[in-house]
């Protein structure tokens, strides 16, 4: 059961941008400023990666490399809600996207070190 909430992803043309969004319901995440926050993805066939994390205090972000400089992670602690800004998208970026939330995270590119998952969401990014 899904924890985390997101709204949904979409089809996109390569170069186009879209963003997505991640809720934590108040009802679980009381104090949402105490948990670091990140999105990992998954293809068909491969492993679940890491995409991008944000610290609790929202001044550290971490990107994978094929990712730096055209995606961005946010988070809006008065909304409970985190943020995945996708510029210049390709085709490869097509997967289902997953938000994720921990309050102690030992290796933020580590799936294993979150606790509370969304269900995830396509992206398809047609060339």
């Known amino acids: 059961q899904a924890q985390l909430i997101e709204p949904g992803g979409g089809l996109v043309q390569a170069g186009d941008s879209l963003r997505l969004g991640c809720l934590a319901p108040s009802v679980t995440f009381i104090t949402f400023n105490d948990y670091a926050l990140a999105w990992f993805r998954q293809s068909p066939g491969e492993a679940r990666e890491f995409v991008a994390s944000i610290n609790r205090y929202g001044d550290t972000m971490a990107y994978r490399d094929s990712v730096k400089g055209r995606f961005t992670i946010s988070r809006d602690d008065g909304k409970n809600t985190v943020y995945l800004q996708m510029n210049s998208l390709k085709p490869e970026d097509t997967a289902v996207y997953s938000c994720?939330?921990?309050?102690?995270?030992?290796?933020?590119?580590?799936?294993?070190?979150?606790?509370?998952w969304g269900q995830g969401t396509q992206v398809t990014v047609s060339s």
């Open positions: 994720a939330a921990a309050r102690v995270v030992y290796d933020n590119m580590s799936p294993a070190s979150y606790d509370y």
